[in-house]
């Protein structure tokens, strides 16, 4: 079982800033598409933003011009570099990647992070 793990998530004032890392284990022979989604109370888990593996991006509309995400290929990690967050930001953050090893291919998730926007 292919276990991504997060970290970076904290408490943070309201137009602070944030990095979120989610890292894959080694024993992969690819990754493709990796995003970051996010569930905040009561609310649907919704995508923030995406990236294929060429470094082609895609983000939500509430988040463009804050958010960034990227990759390292070679350390099989990703990135959100969150900036002028705002309470309504205040969300457990999964990532997600479709990942090929050895034995098995599809969808993996995160633990998840708690980011909180609050003053």
């Known amino acids: 079982q292919v276990q991504l793990v997060e970290s970076g998530g904290d408490l943070v004032q309201p137009g602070g800033s944030l990095r979120l890392s989610c890292a894959a284990p080694g024993n992969i022979s690819s990754i493709y598409t990796m995003g970051w989604y996010r569930q905040a109370p009561g609310k649907q888990r919704e995508l923030v933003a995406s990236?294929?593996?060429?470094?082609?991006?895609n983000y939500a509309d509430s988040v463009k011009g804050r958010f960034t995400i990227s990759r390292d290929n070679a350390k099989n990690t990703e990135y959100l570099q969150m900036i002028s967050l705002k309470p309504e930001d205040t969300a457990v953050y999964y990532c997600?990647?479709?990942?090929?090893?050895?034995?098995?291919?599809?969808?993996?998730w995160g633990q998840g992070t708690q980011v909180t926007v609050s003053s």
């Open positions: 990236i294929t593996s060429g470094g082609s991006t």
């Open positions: 997600n990647a479709y990942i090929v090893t050895m034995r098995q291919r599809g969808q993996y």
